[in-house]
């Protein structure tokens, strides 16, 4: 299970897991993304109270991942 991986490597593991649930698309624009240029981003930012769960994390390209931390700013 991922919670038995150490943390260094957890947070690669769920980008993995996330590529694969969102197939290789942002979930804001739908653009295929490679796991290069992919940002894991916090669905609730954990400034506002989000967690680190992989339930709160999401698969965005670069200019969704700007847009949106624009709009939080």
Do not use: Y
């Amino acid at each position: 299970m991922i919670w038995d991986i150490p943390a260094h490597h957890r947070r690669a593991a769920e980008r993995d897991i996330l590529f694969d649930t969102q197939g290789g698309k942002c979930k804001s624009c739908g653009q295929e993304v490679s796991l290069r240029n992919v940002i894991v981003d916090h669905i609730t930012p954990r400034t506002s109270g989000g967690s680190e769960s992989i339930t709160n994390l999401q698969l965005l390209c670069e200019d969704c991942a700007g847009r949106k931390r624009d709009s939080e700013a």
